[in-house]
């Protein structure tokens, strides 16, 4: 079962924002433009901009974009939202972890963006089958926030968190091509997870 983000605990928005190095950035996959203008976002913003942890927390608490636009509201046991998260093997890790020179970490570091993106644009193309097409209004496009510490230096993210890894948020509320805030097929999410990994 999916796993259920809401407001017990302070709710997904606290626990991300627990650590001054978890600055959300956004992520778009697919047509990047056009979902950042049907949510209301700018072209800083879709090109990787910081994302407010404020209106990240509210796209994930109430299914409410940026520009306001929100669908059918949750129900008791709705899923707020999905929480994925992207590893590089231990081999990777260990190296970043104990080398020291930077253009080893710059390099580790930009292999891991890529492959990210990759992921990010194969969801888009791939795990968006079902559940989301009314009247020919396809969804192929993603927007979520991305936390990892690559704000920091190398070392310090090696202190922190030997093991590489990224985890992107995807809120259940997503545009369709009409602007409609619609839920993310959960189960086809998890049946193409290996296949982006």
Same mark, same amino acid.
């Given at each position: 079962? /999916?796993? $259920?983000?809401g407001r017990a605990g +302070? +709710? !997904?928005g606290e626990y991300y924002s627990e650590r001054e190095s978890r600055t959300p950035v956004w992520l778009l996959a697919g047509d990047t433009r056009t979902v950042a203008m049907l949510v209301g976002l700018t072209d800083a913003q879709r090109a990787g901009g910081d994302a407010d942890p404020k209106l990240v927390a509210r796209w994930l608490d109430d299914g409410i974009a940026a520009d306001g636009a929100h669908g059918r509201a949750f129900g008791e046991r709705g899923v707020h939202g999905f929480d994925l998260t992207f590893c590089a093997p231990k081999s990777?890790? !260990?190296v970043r972890a104990l080398r *020291? #020179?930077?253009v080893m970490a710059k390099a580790i570091a930009d292999a891991h963006t890529t492959a990210l993106s990759e992921a990010m644009e194969y969801l888009a193309a791939h795990a968006d089958y079902t559940g989301c097409t009314i009247r020919g209004l396809? $969804?192929? *496009? !993603?927007? +979520?926030? $991305?936390f990892d510490g690559d704000r920091l230096s190398a070392r310090d993210v090696a202190v922190r #968190? /030997? &093991?590489? &890894?990224? &985890?992107v948020i995807v809120p259940n509320r997503q545009a369709r091509a009409d602007g409609v805030m619609v839920s993310l097929d959960g189960t086809s999410l998890y049946h193409e997870a290996r296949a982006a990994g």
């Open positions: 079962m /999916p796993p $259920r983000i +302070g +709710g !997904l990777v890790s !260990l *020291t #020179d930077d396809e $969804r192929k *496009t !993603l927007c +979520g926030c $991305r #968190d /030997p &093991h590489l &890894h990224t &985890h």
